[in-house]
């Protein structure tokens, strides 16, 4: 239509107000008698008249609220009516159903991935549940101790145990507050039952802070009085068969104090960061153990509740310097302040680091959301770069609906609304997915997770997901075909442009090099994992056992071994403070000549018993051992070799240095070895003669092949001298590889999800295959009558798809070398990152690559030339 | 209850229409009542009764003549109906028997 050139149009808005504004019945004819009528206007008034005319009638004209009530001529092109639906969902099922392994490829890459990141959404939910339960949840804290020295400074957790007392004393913002200590089993007897619980130790408040259901008495009288203990449903129904009948009894302690049950609590679940089976009061724990009294030491947790209407960060700064008056720090050369975190921040956050509470299980709850998100991406580039392959064959059908009518919008919810249907269909299979595997999930993870279908929060999340995979991956096929040219369609001249193939392969390439991140990233876990656990610690952690001296062992023990060295099995016998898999201690007041007095040394001391190395098959690099034909080694220690570096002493053996005022001398140095996980160093180790008071546990070597019998024998010696202890053991190297379980369960997981991933990469690769080989059967046609080999065909048809997992390798392995960098920052002792650990990915992605494309260029090769070339 | 008399406007309004016959549709209805008649009558007002009127059943209405001075619109062109017709010669016995009844004096006073 052809306009008439005139310099004098009315006013463009009101024009646009009309058009839209109008009653829709006559809008026709309303917008050209007005052009006219303006036309009129014009030459009768002039131009600014006939605006203003133009302007007022078409204000006078607006009908806004006018619904159209003549029925049209013609019918509009309405998406959304029953039929077009109808149509729509019609050609998506014929669709799913004409390609049947495209669907399936597709279908089942989706609901992997979503199965795969709803699994790790419901653990990382699973995390952040730990201690949320909690009632005054926001208003609880934990306090930790930074100490300065020397211009460095150390977080520490542990508190003093009179801490808790003063904090409610001196800030009035606190409300209630209690000491926790270290929990750990001690034994316990009701007439002939012998049981040890984990047990711990709490002020009065602890129930009336902590939100932990009550079966029997209440928060207010449950830890009253020093004779009171609380115990768990389990508890009670060991020793009195219910909770009921519990209440009231009396039940005892380490067999010399008598205990009241005041209360019964449900059993803890996983969901809370403290565990125990039973708790007893702070105070009646300071009577058995009077240096806790003392500001001096370092003991129990710290926790608190705020007043609702306090500011912490105004109790944050009164309690930094809380203890300059306890002249805690008196004769030190560090200076202790107070700091708080957050309860329930502690699960996710407890690691210190330059004395704050930062990072802990957090970074693997980042880690996992991140390897979630990428697997969802991978699902999705799957989805779209099978559909954007197989749009040429859409291509037609997008044609036709364009040149009926069909607008752009509506093509593009047509796909979209295809994208969201099979990502319906993924989403239900990624469902009965979860809920099939989540057992096995659970005994990897350790947790106990159910699919939460009553949370109406859950189907959101499912919901949420749903919408985000189908708006993703329907996106690029959405935009890209309804933006064809239906006449170039139809006319048959369709041809992708390079633009078009670009984003495919560029998909492509960072599909394989997520996959090969994660390929490299298990490697390098695997592998540090097992260095770990097979690293020489420099003793021997096989055939070791080792039980704690408790009860009765304490005053027995020279008769313990002298027993236990008549069993057959038995080669060695001694005994240490802590374990032999894990010594945390830690002292500060070794001074020697030449030390620095403003620098603070942490030492790890050890009570060792006689033959202390023999047993644990150390080596001595100086010196000796202690032995009982020496009396003055009361007063010697053995130390290790850091220390010996630490202390910068020349020939250290026969040295006299200081610990606290009393003199020591060195009598042996030992060849350092690892009596800590390697997450950190080897730190300096003192180890003093303990023979008169043997505390912690009994170690014991054991011959190689009778463990059982050894064992059983062990066992028996240890009921008759300590019959009101039950007996535990444990074996070194099992709880040594304990120390490293969430790295185990890391490297397991990384292993599936690496694996899940390169399956779904797969998927992806295996259509588009197809769908290349399928474009070029012609093509491999002739090249097959003019002679080309099965070979040659099915290197051509892989060459092209080769190049791209090669450049995805290129691309990824930098990046997978600097998280996985980051990853072994966490162990003091790690492996080197070597080239052949890429090179052994990039293998594993191209074998497998070329085995899925073979998979389809084989089949194209093989096909008789005669049938892709008769129909032309 | 549906209006069956005629508004003096709308009197007007379909008489034009009438006058205007095959060619009668908004703008045309418009140009003649500002020309001939002299009045001041605004176009949205013009439109409105033509609906109006429509709606009453005195006029019935067809689209058509698309020009490109419309932007290629077509126009809505109005004929009046036989019930139009109806009203308006009973509009105008109405009114001559009115003025049949008047006094010869007044008539006098009245053409002079």
Known sequence: ?872 | MRRTFLGELEEVVLLTVAVLGEEAYAVTVAQELDQKAGRAVGFSTVHTTLQRLEEKGFLSSEMGGATAERGGRRKRFFRVTAFGRKALREAKEAREALWNAMSPDTLQLMTR
């Open chain 1, 1 to 872: 239509m052809e306009r008439k050139p005139t310099s004098a149009e009315p006013p463009r808005w009101a024009t646009r107000l009309l058009a839209s504004w109008s009653h829709p019945d006559t809008r026709e004819e309303l917008q050209g008698d007005m052009l006219e009528m303006y036309a009129y206007w014009l030459e009768s008034l002039g131009k600014p008249a006939a605006d203003r005319k133009y302007a007022l009638a078409v204000f006078r004209l607006m009908r806004p609220f006018a619904r159209p009530k003549r029925s049209n001529d013609y019918s509009e092109t309405y998406s959304f009516s029953a039929a077009m639906i109808q149509n729509y969902f019609k050609i998506a099922f014929r669709n799913l159903l004409k390609s049947k392994t495209f669907s399936a490829v597709n279908i089942l890459g989706l609901a992997l991935g979503m199965a795969c990141s709803l699994m790790i959404m419901l653990w990382i939910r699973d995390e952040r549940a730990v201690d949320a339960f909690h009632a005054n949840n926001g208003q609880l804290y934990r306090i930790y101790m930074r100490e300065y020295f020397s211009g460095k400074v150390q977080g520490v957790i542990w508190t003093p145990g009179l801490l808790a007392e003063e904090l409610k004393k001196s800030i009035p913002e606190i409300e209630m507050s209690t000491p926790y200590s270290w929990t750990n089993p001690q034994t316990f007897s009701v007439g002939s039952k012998i049981h040890k619980q984990a047990t711990n130790w709490a002020s009065a408040d602890f129930f009336k802070m902590f939100s932990y259901k009550l079966l029997q008495g209440t928060p207010e009288g449950a830890l009253r009085d020093k004779s009171n203990i609380v115990i768990s449903r389990n508890m009670a129904e060991a020793f009195f068969g219910s909770a009921e009948a519990a209440m009231g009894k009396a039940i005892r302690f380490d067999n010399r104090k008598e205990m009241t049950v005041s209360a019964v609590f449900e059993n803890i679940g996983t969901n809370s960061s403290l565990q125990f089976d039973c708790l007893m009061t702070w105070d009646a724990y300071t009577d058995d153990n009077s240096w806790a009294k003392d500001w001096g030491s370092t003991d129990p947790l710290t926790f608190f509740k705020l007043r609702r209407d306090a500011d912490p960060a105004k109790v944050a700064t009164k309690m930094r310097h809380l203890l300059d008056k306890t002249n805690r720090d008196a004769g030190k050369p560090y200076k202790t302040q107070l700091a708080m975190q957050p309860f329930h921040e502690y699960y996710l956050n407890s690691n210190i680091k330059d004395a704050k509470m930062d990072g802990g299980r957090i970074e693997y709850v980042r880690l996992f959301s991140f390897v979630a998100v990428f697997i969802l991406l991978i699902a999705c580039i799957n989805f779209m770069n099978l559909a954007t392959a197989r749009s040429s064959r859409r291509a037609k059908e997008v044609g036709v609906r364009k040149v009926v009518g069909a607008m752009r919008s509506m093509l593009a919810g047509q796909f979209m609304g295809e994208a969201l249907l099979i990502a319906t269909l993924s989403a239900i299979l990624a469902v009965l997915l979860v809920a099939l595997l989540l057992p096995a999930f659970n005994s990897l993870t350790g947790k106990q997770m159910a699919l939460p279908l009553s949370e109406p929060m859950f189907w959101g999340i499912i919901a949420g997901l749903l919408a985000a995979t189908g708006l993703l991956a329907g996106s690029y096929p959405a935009l890209f075909l309804s933006s064809l040219n239906p006449v170039r369609i139809l006319k048959g001249a369709l041809k992708f442009d390079s633009g078009s193939v670009w984003v495919r392969q560029g998909l492509v390439v960072f599909q394989f090099g997520l996959s090969v991140i994660l390929i490299v990233g298990m490697i390098i876990i695997y592998r540090q994992v097992g260095f770990v656990q097979n690293k020489n610690l420099g003793f021997d952690r096989e055939n070791l056992v080792y039980f704690p001296i408790e009860g009765e062992l304490f005053n027995k023990y020279d008769i313990l071994k002298a027993q236990l060295t008549q069993v057959a099995g038995v080669k060695e016998v001694s005994h240490m403070t802590a374990t032999p898999a894990s010594n945390g201690n830690g002292t500060e007041g070794i001074t020697w000549p030449g030390s620095d007095p403003n620098d603070k040394v942490r030492f790890t001391p050890v009570g060792v018993g006689y033959n202390f190395t023999k047993t644990m098959n150390l080596q001595m690099a100086d010196g000796r051992d202690f032995s009982k034909d020496f009396p003055t080694d009361s007063s010697g220690v053995i130390v290790n070799e850091t220390a010996v570096k630490v202390m910068g002493l020349k020939d250290p053996v026969g040295r006299e240095i200081n610990w606290g005022k009393s003199k020591i001398r060195i009598v042996g140095v030992l060849k350092d070895f690892h009596y800590q996980s390697l997450h950190t160093a080897i730190r300096p180790l003192i180890a003093y003669l303990a023979a008169r008071e043997p505390q912690g546990s009994v170690i014991v070597r054991i011959q190689a092949g009778k463990t059982p019998e050894t064992l059983a024998a062990i066992e028996r010696i240890c009921k008759k001298l300590n019959p009101n202890v039950p007996f535990t053991y444990a074996f070194t190297d099992q709880e040594y590889a304990r120390q490293y379980q969430s790295e185990q369960i890391v490297g397991k997981l990384a292993g599936y999800f690496a694996f899940l991933a390169i399956f779904i990469s797969c998927l992806g690769l295996f259509g588009l295959a197809a769908f290349t080989a399928e474009q070029r059967t012609k093509e491999i046609g002739v090249r097959k009558v003019l002679g080309a080999s099965v070979a040659g065909i099915v290197g051509l048809l892989s060459k092209d798809f080769l190049k791209l997992v090669m450049m995805a390798i290129v691309l990824a392995s930098p990046v997978a070398w600097y998280i996985m960098k980051q990853w072994l920052q966490g162990f003091a002792y790690q492996i080197d990152i070597e080239w052949w650990m890429f090179a052994l990915a990039g293998v594993i992605a191209v074998l497998i690559a070329v085995f899925t494309i073979s998979f389809q260029s084989v089949k194209a090769a093989m096909v008789n030339p005669v049938r892709s070339l008769r129909s032309e």
